[in-house]
């Protein structure tokens, strides 16, 4: 069923093979126990690909990258490239991808495990069974509109200044993803902007307001300030399902749900592109929100549960295996309950172990569940 389809798959620098090794483990019990069967491509990204080519992305990886049905994405970077050219520097690699593969939509689920409800700084029966999803904007807005600069003033000061801009198209393409992510889950979008200030959040809610009058009336539909949505989010987290919103509002907001599961080393990410109208083909790049962590690569003790549960998102959101993603998630929550911890998610009763003992036994656990 899945032969025809092809995973890219770029474990990138530091922590990043570690954890995608781990990852690889799961992809071939799914290939021996499911008879899931993928063409995978693995190239080299960030600082491995300067090191070899000088380049962080090489243009034939791009192009297979983008051919590729979903990109499995480690992390880049390192200190021992801070002081080369800009432009090759590793992360220029990961947004070089972003940008060609036009990845506009970035999804980040919050969700905590039983397991961890002690883990997180708000609360347990606050933050207990926690499953939102933040779904941001990722290629325009504040970060990228025009103009924008520092120019000097007569008087002899400077002025700095950015431009807030969203058209119909971009404010309907991210609302459209946000509905139908909603459907597959429980069918409430939270729209947020501050259009009480913004002209740019007036435009926001109306597109989305009409966006859903003439298209999605299935999904329930709110609208609630930037502001605001901090404070509910530290407040009482599960009223929401999906929070769709703009760049800025987007990397402030997903930060501040990330911390509301306590660990960095557990939360997975993903960007997806338009659906192409003929082929149904939609670009999709899937990582974990941590970074390189070059301060504890090669030493065996990365949490890969992160980029295992990426690899959930990417049977989800790529291929609607939603019966296989589960599988995993139960898995990794099984695991988590059975008291096997990474030292970053150590709690006083669990029981400290490496990287690749945590993957045997979410593997242990994929057996148990699919007998
Ligand atoms: P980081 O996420 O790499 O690490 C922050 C801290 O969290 C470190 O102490 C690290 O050891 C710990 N940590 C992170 N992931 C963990 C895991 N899975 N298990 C256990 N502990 C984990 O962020 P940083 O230190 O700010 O950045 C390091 C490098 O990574 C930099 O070069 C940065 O540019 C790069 N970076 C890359 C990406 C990406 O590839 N998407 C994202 C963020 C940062």
Redesign the pocket.
């Known amino acids: 069923m899945t032969s025809n389809k092809k995973i890219m798959i770029l474990p990138?620098d530091?922590?990043?093979p570690e954890?995608v090794d781990e990852t690889k483990k799961v992809l071939d019990w799914f290939a021996k126990n499911q008879g899931l069967n993928f063409h995978i491509e693995e190239d080299l990204v960030?600082g491995a690909a300067y090191d070899k080519y000088g380049v962080p992305l090489k243009d034939e990886t791009l192009a297979d990258a983008v051919n590729a049905d979903a990109v499995l994405?480690?992390?880049?970077?390192?200190?021992q490239?801070d002081n080369i050219d800009f432009e090759k520097k590793?992360?220029r690699g990961?947004l070089k991808l972003r940008k060609e593969m036009d990845l506009f939509a970035n999804l980040r689920p919050a969700i905590v495990f039983p397991a961890l409800s002690n883990s997180s700084t708000l609360k347990p029966d606050v933050v207990s069974g926690l499953d939102i999803l933040i779904l941001r904007e990722l290629t325009g807005g504040i970060y990228f509109a025009e103009p924008r600069g520092i120019e000097n003033l007569d008087n002899g000061e400077k002025k700095g200044f950015d431009t807030n801009l969203y058209t119909t198209s971009e404010i309907e393409r991210i609302g459209r993803v946000a509905f139908d992510l909603a459907e597959l889950r429980n069918k409430k979008v939270t729209s947020v902007e501050k259009s009480n200030v913004m002209m740019s959040g007036v435009l926001w809610k109306e597109v989305m307001t009409n966006l859903h009058a003439v298209e999605r009336n299935n999904v329930e539909l709110t609208h609630m300030y930037a502001d605001n949505c901090a404070m509910q989010l530290v407040r009482n987290p599960k009223q929401f399902d999906v929070i769709v919103t703009d760049n800025l509002f987007g990397d402030i907001l997903s930060d501040c749900s990330a911390m509301l599961t306590g660990s960095?080393?557990m939360l997975p990410s993903a960007s997806l592109g338009n659906k192409d109208e003929k082929t149904g083909k939609r670009h999709a790049l899937y990582?974990?929100?941590?970074?390189?962590?070059?301060?504890?690569a090669g030493q065996g003790?990365?949490?890969?549960?992160?980029q295992i549960l990426s690899l959930s998102m990417l049977f989800k959101y790529s291929f609607e295996l939603n019966k296989e993603s589960e599988l995993i998630n139960q898995a990794v929550s099984n695991t988590l309950d059975q008291g096997y911890r990474?030292?970053?998610i150590l709690s006083s009763d669990g029981k400290i172990v490496g990287t690749k003992e945590i993957t045997k036994n979410i593997i242990r656990n994929l057996d148990e569940l699919s007998r």
Do not use: C, Q, W
């Not at 990582?287 to 504890?296: C, K, L, Q, R, W």
């Not at 003790?301 to 992160?306: D, E, G, K, L, Y």
């Open positions: 990138g530091g922590v990043g954890v960030g994405f480690g992390s880049v970077g390192g200190p490239y590793p992360e990961l960095l080393g990582e974990p929100v941590h970074g390189s962590a070059p301060d504890i003790v990365v949490n890969p549960m992160a990474t030292k970053d």
